[in-house]
């Protein structure tokens, strides 16, 4: 895991597993070594748009993926196959709970390249019922997982004060 | 009916025709609609309790009660008047649907405020109604009711003092409140007319 930062070892990345197994979610920091944060920089980015469920912009991960992957792999335990995409929020993006959205199955992660602070909006809300159970505020080199299953997921509409988009990787990881 | 502009009491035929017509779905935008009085509404209103509403899909701050209940005389006025039999029947007529009565709240949208696309369909609902009474509004403040067709913005209305808009409630009805993007208040009572 090149890419990843060093600091998160086996001894570290154990106890973020028994802190992700007890409390459902965890948030790792720096979690990106400076270089491989260049490879989400021209990235072409594809408007999502279908007005009653999202507004977002989709590209295809860079090939850092491969690293969250073994990673997702080492706090959950087990061997898993994930789906991943790269997300950017831009001002007037969003997603919402529309009522087909079923409650989601696995592990959602999300590595987000920079932070936005939260009165913009553009974070991500997990939901249990009508419940809020986790909030994904976007921080600079973070990468945070959550067990969701059980749980819908939106993210909050972004308004015009963000002065830059939010840009993440999000990832969905089902044990094989 | 001293409470509405009568060129418009006078031009029900009218209205029905153009409310039938008026794409993406049935609806009517009616400039200067209330009478004089509706100033002193405005006034009032801002007197009343107001809360943060917030979810996936809208901001803004709506009274905490509905307006039958509401504090100021003014604005329990206007809900009287709103709420009456010949008010009611007049919406009837220009709509051609039966209506039997109003429900009505109030609603402030600040800078950043704003409501995502839904199509208000509910158990009753036949017409749903936006009386705006607060700022005028250019493009650039944001705030525009905007009317869908196809997923694509048909029809943008943005924020005018003393503006009545209605439009049928349906599968068709999709709508959505734009973001406000300035200093300006969009206050306005809104509400439906049930069947």
Not at chain 1, 18 to 39: F, T
Not at chain 2, 67 to 81: D, I, N, Y
Not at chain 2, 137 to 154: E, M, S, V, W, Y
Request: net charge positive; aromatic share 12%; glycine share 6%.
């Amino acid at each position: 895991m090149a890419d990843i930062n060093p600091a998160y070892d086996d001894e570290i990345l154990a106890k973020a597993a028994e802190h992700l197994k007890k409390e459902g979610s965890v948030q790792l920091n720096e979690i990106l070594v400076p270089s491989a944060l260049r490879s989400f920089q021209n990235l072409k980015w594809k408007h999502l748009y279908n007005p009653l469920k999202f507004a977002l912009h989709y590209s295809r991960p860079p090939e850092v993926w491969k690293e969250f992957q073994k990673l997702v792999s080492k706090l959950i335990g087990k061997k898993v196959n994930c789906g991943m995409w790269c997300i950017a929020m831009m001002p007037g993006d969003y997603s919402v709970l529309y009522d087909s959205l079923k409650p989601g199955k696995g592990f959602i992660f999300m590595f987000d390249l920079n932070a936005v602070p939260e009165n913009c909006g553009g974070y991500t809300v997990l939901l249990k019922g009508d419940r809020e159970v986790a909030r994904v505020v976007p921080k600079s080199n973070s990468f945070t997982i959550v067990n969701q299953a059980g749980l819908k997921v939106f993210h909050k509409y972004l308004n015009h004060h963000a002065k830059h988009p939010r840009i993440f990787l999000c990832g969905v990881a089902l044990a094989k | 009916m001293n409470w509405v502009n009568p060129i418009y009491l006078k031009n029900a035929a009218g209205l029905r025709k153009q409310f039938a017509t008026n794409k993406p779905f049935p609806h009517l935008v009616l400039g200067n609609f209330f009478a004089r009085k509706i100033h002193n509404v405005a006034k009032q209103l801002l007197k009343e309790k107001f809360v943060e509403q917030n979810s996936d899909l809208f901001q803004f701050q709506q009274m905490t009660t509905d307006c039958s209940k509401a504090t100021q005389p003014a604005v329990r006025e206007f809900h009287k008047f709103f709420s009456s039999k010949e008010f009611i029947k007049f919406i009837s007529e220009i709509t051609g649907i039966k209506l039997k009565f109003i429900d009505m709240s109030a609603f402030i949208y600040d800078d950043t405020d704003y409501l995502l696309p839904h199509d208000d369909r509910l158990s009753g609902r036949k017409i749903a109604y936006v009386v705006q009474v607060g700022d005028n509004f250019t493009k650039d403040d944001g705030g525009a009711l905007q009317l869908f067709k196809n997923k694509k913005i048909a029809k943008s209305i943005p924020p005018t003092f003393n503006t009545f808009t209605i439009f049928q409630v349906s599968s068709k009805s999709w709508h959505q409140v734009q973001e406000i993007m300035s200093d300006k208040k969009r206050i306005s009572f809104a509400g439906w007319f049930h069947g």
